[in-house]
């Protein structure tokens, strides 16, 4: 899916691969987890940027302050495509 336009300072960032697990986690625990990995990941691939940004370009990697962690969005753009929603104030640094 292509995205007509992202509004604002808003990023959208490529969802890394997941590891495998045939543990099944409630929605919570999922949540926890998630912004635990995100605290260690450490490059993020740019997907989309909002209109107002000029200093970062799709396909940039950059990565996000850990304690922005917590507000992170996962976006369905579509069945096969989900992305990271963040504020691009939340980016720390780009690589």
């Known amino acids: 899916m292509e995205i007509k336009r992202l509004l604002g300072h808003r990023v959208y960032l490529e969802l890394p691969e997941e590891p495998k697990s045939s ?10 987890l998630e912004a635990e990995r995100l ?3 450490g490059r993020l691939t740019v ?17 996000i302050d850990p304690a922005a ?14 992305v990271l929603l963040v ?4 980016i720390a640094h780009i690589w």
């Open 23 to 32: 543990i099944h986690l409630d929605e919570e625990s999922k949540r926890a």
């Open 39 to 41: 605290r260690k990941w």
């Open 47 to 63: 997907y989309a940027v909002g209109e107002a940004i000029t200093d970062l370009t799709e396909g940039d990697e950059v990565m």
């Open 69 to 82: 962690a917590n507000r992170v969005m996962r976006i369905h753009l579509s069945d096969d495509r989900e």
């Open 87 to 90: 504020s691009f104030h939340d």
